[in-house]
């Protein structure tokens, strides 16, 4: 029985409506590159988690102290790092952000640059949040 079939449900109904392109991204991070890096060892895995948030932490406001100085070469390192570091612990949307924004700096991109920004910063918000979620403490 789907949807369509009920009295008073249009068909079709039950299909999944196309979504916002903001909200179609991949998942804030993929725990097996996690636990593939730990060996599944809970306590290793912590130790890094705290390390690259800290890291990140620290490239998110280098990379926004570029791009609010205006600084386009200290912007395209910023986000390669943080593209790079986000491939590493399997930071999927984060790894992605950032690439978009490198791409948009090294194209000389300006106006594309401010929101691409919020984008990286959105992605390690999001990350930050997962993990926290996923490992409190």
């Not at 948030?53 to 386009?72: H, K, N, V, Y």
């Not at 999927?92 to 910063?121: K, M, T, Y």
């Amino acid at each position: 029985h789907t949807a369509g079939d009920a009295p008073g449900v249009p068909a079709g109904a039950d299909a999944p409506a196309p979504g916002l392109p903001q909200l179609q991204r991949p998942p804030p991070f993929d725990e097996r590159v996690l636990q593939a890096l730990t060996g599944g060892d809970d306590a290793d895995l912590r130790v890094l988690l705290a390390d690259y948030l800290a890291s990140t932490r620290e490239d998110l406001a280098a990379l926004e102290a570029a791009r609010t100085g205006g600084d386009l070469p200290a912007l395209t390192r910023q986000a390669h790092k943080l593209k790079g570091a986000a491939r590493i612990v399997g930071a999927l949307e984060l790894a992605e952000a950032a690439e978009r924004l490198e791409q948009a700096a090294r194209g000389d991109d300006w106006g594309a640059l401010a929101p691409l920004a919020a984008d990286v910063a959105t992605a390690g918000e999001r990350l930050r949040l997962a993990i926290a979620e996923r490992w409190p403490g």
